[in-house]
């Protein structure tokens, strides 16, 4: 038989071999930005508190000036090794989808190396820099996740995960909305709108969406690439 047909004869179901070391820095990386976030918080000198202050706002104290930033690189590095590990696998994933879940890891970075400006003084180039790309950002990773999971519903090995994805992906829109809503500069606010001194929960609420939608990619990874695997290698 020639090399050609055997080629041809190759099962298109035989295992990656990148995929799930992929998924597994990935999850490795998400573990370490969610312990570093977790340090940032830790450090604060007036005590933990997720209501006022943004993340991005722990620059300001003593460990968060050296923890913050590492942390949303560390976010940024487990996304591109999740879009490898997904591409890897032959993942449903599309094009578009690809293409927002890398600009959701470049706006991590960018966020990361130009920091905001405390609140109340005037902002200057690089606080809107990291404003901006943190908003896109928040907007490029669920709008990715909700067209991954449009396309895995379709797909016998990642449906099971299309439900958990789409959740987590309405959960950060919904977030983002209401974190956005606390920006409105009106006098009196109304429930969460110009409620400035609730942007902190309502950021929280969709950076950890966008976590939990990380880790559902990586385990989405994790399951595909173990029911493709023939059941000799299992055992």
């Known amino acids: 038989m020639s090399r050609l047909s055997r080629m041809g004869n190759a099962d298109p179901t035989s295992p990656s071999r990148l995929a799930r070391p992929l998924a597994g820095a990935g999850s490795l990386w998400i573990a370490c930005a969610v312990a570093t976030a977790l340090a940032s918080e830790l450090g604060r000198p007036s005590g933990i508190d997720l209501i006022h202050p943004t993340f991005s706002e722990l620059i300001f104290t003593t460990l968060g000036a050296r923890l913050v930033g590492i942390s949303m690189v560390m976010l940024s590095f487990a996304s591109i090794c999740i879009i490898f590990a997904l591409i890897d696998c032959q993942a449903p994933t599309g094009r578009p989808g690809r293409m927002l879940i890398g600009v959701w890891s470049v706006a991590l970075v960018v966020a990361a190396i130009f920091p905001p400006t405390p609140v109340g003084t005037p902002p200057v180039w690089y606080d809107t820099l990291h404003r901006y790309a943190a908003l896109v950002g928040f ?17 016998a090995r990642w449906c ?22 606390t920006f409105v500069p009106i006098g009196q606010p109304v429930w969460l709108v110009g409620a400035r001194q609730y942007s902190g929960i309502t950021e929280r609420l969709p950076l950890a969406s966008n976590i939990a939608l990380l880790a559902t990619l990586a385990a989405a990874v994790f399951s595909a690439s173990r029911r493709r695997q023939p059941a000799s290698m299992r055992e």
């Open 139 to 155: 907007v490029c990773l669920p709008l990715a996740g909700i067209r991954l999971a449009s396309r895995f519903q379709t797909h």
């Open 160 to 181: 099971r995960t299309a439900t958990a994805i789409r959740a987590c992906s309405t959960a950060s829109l919904l977030g983002i909305a209401a974190f956005v809503s």
